[in-house]
């Protein structure tokens, strides 16, 4: 059995650029304050301004509801082309129904939930890579 394993910071920097290569050029990232997500942040972040990109904005989230209204109004003020996710599954879903329809969202494998029906419908329409490290196959999750 082979194992193959990617560091979360590099599959965030591959979602940069990613993103990054399909003409987008400002960004908003969504983390919470756990370190996980403050890793992916400072990544993406990193290799976006280093392909020339701009972070519009930085949020931090939790599942609280006004915390997500408030995250709602600052991609309303912030304007940006394209968002990261740098949250779970949990949180990401509950973030997307906040932010609506309005623009294009990526997030890393962490998004993922797996075969559950509903996590599917929530996370509709958001990218992430399917095979890190590999040939930027991305998915919308369906």
């Not at 399909?22 to 304050?33: A, F, K, L, N």
């Amino acid at each position: 059995m082979f194992v193959f394993g990617l560091q979360v910071e590099q599959e965030a920097r591959q979602i940069a650029g990613l993103a990054h290569d399909q003409g987008y050029r400002r960004v908003m990232i969504v983390s919470t304050q756990n370190a996980l997500s403050r890793r992916l942040a400072h990544s993406f972040a990193q290799e976006w301004t280093g392909r020339g990109g701009e972070v519009v904005r930085e949020e931090e989230t939790a599942s609280e509801p006004a915390v997500l209204i408030k995250l709602r109004e600052a991609l309303a003020a912030s304007a940006p082309e394209v968002v990261f996710f740098a949250l779970d599954a949990q949180l990401g879903r509950l973030a997307r129904s906040y932010l609506g329809q309005s623009v294009p969202i990526y997030g890393t494998s962490l998004l993922h939930a797996g075969s559950d029906p509903l996590a599917r419908i929530d996370l509709n329409g958001v990218m992430f890579v399917t095979c890190p490290g590999c040939c930027c196959r991305t998915t919308r999750l369906c």
